[in-house]
């Protein structure tokens, strides 16, 4: 039997309520990403928005000149382009998979989530009434994932003076949050690294440090 080759080392799935910013966060860190969704028939807060109706599909790398370091996220696109560079270096394929966010989708979040490693959930920070919604969905992906799938949850749009900071989404969901903008790039790609060494059992979920912690 012919035994195809993995196209990816880890993958990813981001999750979250409707218009939280699962498919910006996906479309900022690779550009080349591929999506599902159409036009939203009303304004969404006054601006012309689009919604998942499919999945949104992307490729990342994770370079690490060694194998205690951070290291650096990028597209699998820019990798290839500046291939040299990372020459020695440890370098992970992620796949990164986004879901619908209306609660209607259950089935196409079911298939998109399958064989994940780690959840990146998204929350609107500017948006205190979507967090009910947004704990169904918690509580929907570890249903569909077990209980210990690392996750690590993004309080999104900290770039909106009206966000509430990432420590009060915190307080609400009674969940540890890293706040971040997926529009304006900050703390997206920190939280990936953060659940990617969740993942590798580098560092252990919940604590608040960057450094490895020893694992028992
Ligand atoms: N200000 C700000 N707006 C954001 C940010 N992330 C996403 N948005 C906006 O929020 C709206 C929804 O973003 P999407 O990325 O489509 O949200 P989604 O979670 O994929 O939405 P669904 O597919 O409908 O579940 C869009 O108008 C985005 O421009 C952010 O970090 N800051
Ligand atoms: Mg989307």
């Not at 799935?13 to 900022?28: D, E, H, P, R």
């Not at 650096?72 to 990164?96: F, L, T």
């Not at 998109?112 to 205190?128: M, Q, R």
Request: glycine share 8%; net charge negative; hydrophobic share 35%.
């Amino acid at each position: 039997m012919i035994k195809l080759q993995k196209a990816y080392d880890y993958k990813i799935y981001v999750t979250g309520f409707f218009q939280a910013g699962k498919s910006t966060l996906i479309k900022t860190l690779d550009p080349n990403a591929f999506s599902i969704d159409k036009p939203l028939r009303e304004l969404w807060r006054g601006e012309k928005s689009t919604t998942t109706v499919g999945f949104d599909l992307g490729h990342l790398i994770w370079a690490r000149p060694n194998p205690n370091s951070d290291g650096v996220i990028m597209s699998e696109s820019e990798y290839i382009n500046e291939k040299d560079e990372y020459s020695g270096w440890i370098c992970k394929k992620i796949e990164i998979k986004g879901s619908p966010g209306q609660l209607h989708f259950k089935v196409v979040r079911e298939m998109v989530a399958k064989s994940s490693d780690g959840v990146l959930f998204v929350i609107d920070s500017s948006d205190p009434d979507s967090i009910g919604n947004a704990l169904t969905l918690l509580a929907e992906c570890r249903c569909l994932l077990g209980e210990d799938i690392p996750i690590v949850i993004i309080a999104n749009k900290q770039d909106l003076e009206t966000a509430l900071p990432p420590e009060e989404v915190s307080n609400l969901i009674h969940e540890f949050t890293y706040g971040g903008s997926a529009k304006n790039n900050f703390g997206i790609k920190e939280a990936i690294i953060r659940l990617l060494r969740i993942i590798t059992g580098e560092i252990k979920p919940n604590s608040n440090s960057m450094y490895i912690e020893e694992v028992s």
